[in-house]
């Protein structure tokens, strides 16, 4: 399976961009890229996702490396309720099922 | 739509009891998924339906793990013989079939097993 590796933490101030980055080495050539948010006793909540070119959505942009073997979400203006462990998650789309592969997480502090 | 829905929410048990839980997807959605999270960690992957097909389990599933999806509606996973290791946050999801569609989690199943 492929795996994903991101920092443990990071924190940023309030109104202010923040870039998560993950590194994917692995990945395949049809697996997709995927970022979800956990909150505490929460399930995740899907956040952006993308194949090869940069994405856009009302949440966040997703910058995908050339090579593929790296990207970074971009929350454009943190706030508080961002505060949140963010998974950066390869999708196997060889099997056909889609099953997430998940990493560890960035755990996300908003400072105000 | 109201979502992935999952019951029950907390479930305490003794060590060597069997314990079942349920999820409920969004009623269009033909995949389904099952994962386990343990503290501190990402969730993992355990078994996915499409319809009432179970097409594939993780080595995790030992043979004490058992899920079913009888009528592609609604998913039951059991667990037999339960083990203080099985203590753990249990999540389902739903998805759209026919690419890499967002998959819709539920608040999950905390287990903790004594």
């Known amino acids: 399976d492929a795996k994903t590796t991101q920092p443990n933490s990071m924190e940023s101030n309030e109104e202010e961009p923040v870039h998560l980055p993950c590194n994917h080495s692995?990945?395949?050539?049809?697996?997709?890229i995927h970022w979800y948010r956990q909150l505490p006793s929460q399930g995740p909540e899907y956040v952006i996702h993308?194949?090869?070119s940069n994405v856009n959505n009302r949440m966040a942009s997703l910058a995908i490396a050339e090579d593929r073997k790296s990207s970074t979400l971009i929350l454009h203006r943190a706030t508080l309720r961002d505060a949140a462990v963010y998974y950066c998650?390869?999708?196997?789309?060889?099997?056909?099922?889609?099953?997430?592969?998940f990493g560890t997480g960035t755990r996300l502090k908003v400072l105000a | 739509d109201t979502g992935v829905s999952q019951d029950p929410r907390h479930k305490i048990t003794k060590r060597g009891q069997n314990v079942t839980f349920r999820c409920d997807p969004i009623?269009?959605?033909?995949?389904l998924y099952w994962y386990r999270q343990t503290l501190g960690q990402g969730p993992e992957f355990l078994t996915y339906?499409?319809?009432?097909?179970?097409?594939?389990k993780s080595r995790l599933l030992s043979d004490r793990f058992s899920a079913e999806r009888p009528k592609g509606s609604f998913s039951t996973l059991e667990i037999q013989r339960t083990e203080q290791g099985d203590s753990a946050m249990y999540l389902c999801?739903?998805?759209?079939?026919?690419?890499?569609?967002?998959?819709?989690f539920g608040p999950g199943t905390r287990l903790t097993v004594t």
């Open positions: 993308g194949l090869t």
């Open positions: 339906f499409q319809n009432e097909a179970q097409l594939e």
């Open positions: 998650i390869l999708s196997e789309s060889s099997s056909g099922t889609y099953k997430y592969i």
């Open positions: 999801a739903s998805s759209q079939e026919g690419g890499p569609y967002e998959q819709y």
């Open positions: 009623s269009e959605h033909n995949r």
């Open positions: 692995t990945i395949s050539g049809t697996d997709y």
